[in-house]
């Protein structure tokens, strides 16, 4: 099975079976459809499971508004200022209370829209 069926249909036992023989590249697919498709457990599991590299995966459950999702970055210790910027942007006011909860403060820049 591939890894876009099993996060599309949040098939949390076979991301688990799949995750330690994935290459790199294919972990940080994974936590991206993982984020569009809003699945937090498949997230927190490529997140303690494995190395993924964090880049514009966050974004995408941000975008929707995600806060369960934002809450698993920030908890294992993942923050960009883009994070701020996008739900800032999106008028996403209750993520940047979660942000700011965990120490993240917006700047200037960050609250631009």
């Known amino acids: 099975m591939n890894i876009h069926t099993i996060i599309a249909k949040n098939q949390t036992t076979n991301l688990k079976e799949v995750l330690p023989n994935m290459r790199p590249p294919d972990v940080n697919r994974a936590l991206r459809l993982a984020c569009i498709y809003g699945c937090e457990e498949a997230v927190k599991i490529i997140l303690d499971e494995a190395t993924p590299i964090i880049n514009i995966s966050p974004i995408f459950a941000i975008e929707d508004g995600n806060t369960a999702i934002l809450r698993a970055f920030l908890e294992r210790g993942y923050y960009s ?5 996008c739900a800032a942007r999106n008028g996403h006011v209750e993520m940047i209370e979660l942000m700011m ?13």
């Open 81 to 85: 200022e883009m994070f701020m910027s």
């Open 101 to 113: 909860k965990y120490g993240k403060q917006p700047t200037h820049e960050t609250l631009e829209v």
